[in-house]
C-alpha cells in the first residue's frame, strides 16, 4: 500500500491528525466579496482571540499576501499550507484567489496550496487549478453504484448497514486508483448509530474518534471502500 508522501496531505493538519503539532496552516485574506449568504455565517467581528478562516483583522492583495507568506515562514518554517478562505468565497474573488496561488507556487513551492469555497463559481477555474497543484497529486471521487444493504453480525446481534457513499482515492493525472491512508471528518452520528466499511468481502465496524464536540474521525487504509451506517 503507498502512502501519501512528499509534497502532500500528510503535512495538511487538517486531513492528518498527527500533523498536528507538526505542521501548521496560514489563511491569506485575499476575497473579500462573497455570492451567498449563509444564514451561520457571521463576519462583521475579530478580535486576538478570533481565529476562524473567514474573520481577518485586514486584507490584503496578492503580492501583500506573497509577501506576508515570507515573513510567516521566517518565524515559522513548519507552516505547511497556505489555504484561501474568505473573509468572502475564493472564486467571489477569482482573480485575487488565483493571483495568490500562482505567487505562492512559484515563490514557495514546497508549500500546500488549500482553498474553502461553496464552489459556485470554481468551474472555469478547475483546469488553472490542477496545473498548480492546488489539491496535490490524488483526488476523491464518486464511483457510483452504492451497495444496497447489508448485514453485519457481530457476537450479540444482527445489524443492517445503510451504504451511503461509495467514493475511490485516485491518481489525478493518471486516473488510477491508489491504495493510501486517508482520514475522514463526518457529524457526530446519533446515539446508537455506527459506521461501517466494506472491503475484502465483507463488512467492518469503523473505530472512530471524536474531534470535537460536533464531529467524529477516523481513518482508512483500504481502497475504495463504501462507507455506510446502522442499526
Known amino acids: 500500500m503507498k502512502k501519501l508522501t512528499v509534497k502532500d496531505y500528510h503535512r495538511h493538519p487538517c486531513f492528518n491528525p498527527e500533523a498536528k503539532g507538526q505542521y501548521g496552516r496560514v489563511h491569506l485574506p485575499v476575497a473579500p466579496k462573497c455570492n451567498i449568504k449563509c444564514n451561520f455565517c ?19 492583495s496578492p503580492q501583500q499576501a506573497d509577501i506576508y507568506m515570507g515573513k510567516v515562514l521566517e518565524k515559522e518554517p513548519r507552516i505547511s499550507v497556505a489555504g484561501i478562505a474568505g473573509p468572502g468565497d475564493p472564486f467571489a474573488n477569482p482573480e485575487e484567489t488565483m493571483a ?4 505562492i507556487r512559484k515563490n514557495y513551492p514546497d508549500t ?3 482553498v474553502s469555497s461553496n464552489g459556485m463559481n470554481i468551474g472555469p477555474y478547475i483546469e ?3 496545473e498548480i497543484e492546488v489539491d496535490d497529486t490524488y483526488e476523491a471521487y464518486f464511483k457510483g453504484n452504492i451497495p444496497a444493504p447489508s448485514q453485519y453480525t457481530d457476537e450479540s446481534d444482527t445489524i443492517t448497514v445503510t451504504w451511503f457513499n461509495n467514493f475511490g482515492i485516485r491518481d489525478k ?4 486508483d491508489k491504495d493510501v491512508e486517508y482520514t475522514v471528518k463526518l457529524k457526530k452520528l446519533p446515539t446508537g448509530k455506527m459506521l461501517f466499511v466494506m472491503y475484502g468481502g465483507g463488512t467492518h465496524k469503523i473505530q472512530t474518534t ?7 474521525k477516523f481513518t482508512l487504509s483500504v481502497g475504495d471502500p463504501p462507507v455506510g451506517v446502522g442499526p
Request: charged fraction near 40%; proline fraction near 2%.
Open 173 to 176: 493525472k493518471s486516473k488510477e
Open 100 to 103: 495568490t496561488l500562482r505567487l
Open 42 to 60: 457571521d463576519r462583521k467581528y475579530d478580535c486576538v482571540n478570533e481565529s476562524r478562516p473567514g474573520v481577518t483583522s485586514t486584507l490584503l
Open 210 to 216: 471524536d474531534d470535537d464536540k460536533n464531529k467524529i
Open 128 to 130: 488553472a487549478l490542477a
Open 112 to 114: 500546500l496550496l488549500c
